[in-house]
């Protein structure tokens, strides 16, 4: 039988209470998968929180990962960057399916310029909320279905540039996403459709890393722009501009269709988005746009 192996290549796990409840997390999915699930050690090496632990030892536990036949990269963090050497020098012709988000972006990215697989953007929903929008993207991700994302049930989403474009799906966590610029890790992302979010980042490093990528020629040949969320806490002063508005001036730049406040990201019921698949943006006004992503061929 296939089997899922649960480990941390970023933050540790906290203790044991933590450790079981995310195996009790991914339960559901061994068993929708037909996977036998498979803990790491190191989900027995407890830390407390922003802690990771030893690169070596993650490095030899990513080692082992990379021989079953799914990995769920069960936190993020930060860590992955230190491990993108690992991949990058795997003997193995094939990787296996990759399931996280945020830091875990570092690893999608080398696992993208390596040609591996499929990889899942995304969280894994308890059992108890299987049926909602992440746990019925996420089936469909693993199982080469098509996902749709519309106005009609998400309409807090904004168009900020209209226009249509396909392309290659690739999600990321921008501020890591920035960080591999410049390494063997950074993958080609032209004819890609670029879907972006993070956690407490200002407006200002937004820009910040957009402007890395666009510098170092990254987003050359990208064809249409998504943002998903974008947390953090302004200064009761702030006067700069907004997530929308720096994510709009990227779209004009760029010259390419862009939306903005997609569900997806570091959020409840977040959408699970399928890496290097082909997706349609139609983008014509906050009240009629769709993202559709393709079945697998």
């Known amino acids: 039988m296939p089997t899922l192996y649960v480990t941390c290549p970023a ?6 209470l933590d450790r079981q409840n995310h195996l009790d ?19 027995e090496r407890y830390l407390g929180p922003g802690a990771w632990l030893p690169t070596a030892e993650r490095t030899a536990d990513l080692h082992k990962a990379l021989r079953h036949e799914a990995i769920w990269a069960s936190r993020g963090g930060y860590g992955s960057i230190e491990l993108v050497e690992t991949v990058l020098k795997s003997r193995q012709r094939q990787g296996p399916v ?41 089936i469909a991700g693993l199982r080469n279905r098509g996902i749709r ?5 998400s309409a807090g989403a904004r168009v900020l540039r209209g226009g249509n474009a396909r392309g290659r799906l690739f999600p990321a966590c921008l501020s890591v996403l920035a960080s591999v610029v410049g390494t063997p890790a950074m993958p080609d992302l032209r004819g890609c459709v670029l ?39 302004d200064d009761a002063d702030y006067l700069g501009p907004t997530p929308d508005e720096i ?30 698949r082909p997706v349609r943006v139609q983008a014509a006004s906050d009240a009629k746009w769709t993202v559709t992503i393709n079945p697998a061929q």
């Open 25 to 43: 997390q991914i339960a559901w999915l061994a068993r929708e998968m037909d996977w036998t699930l498979v803990p790491s050690p190191l989900m």
């Open 247 to 276: 994510l709009t001036q990227w779209g004009e730049r760029l010259r390419v269709p862009t939306i903005a406040r997609l569900p997806f990201g570091h959020m409840d019921d977040s959408l699970s988005l399928p890496s290097d």
């Open 195 to 233: 879907a972006i979010e993070d956690i407490k980042v200002q407006p200002f490093l937004m820009a910040t890393y957009l402007n890395q990528l666009h510098l170092s020629g990254a987003l050359r040949g990208v064809r249409a722009l998504l943002g998903g969320t974008f947390t953090h806490n």
């Open 98 to 138: 990759l399931i996280g988000y945020s830091d875990i972006t570092a690893l999608h990215a080398a696992f993208a310029v390596r040609g591996w697989g499929r990889r899942i953007y995304g969280a894994v929903p308890g059992a108890g909320k299987r049926g909602g929008r992440a746990g019925t993207s996420l």
């Open 11 to 16: 933050y540790a796990m906290r203790g044991p």
């Open 149 to 153: 994302c519309a106005a009609t049930e």
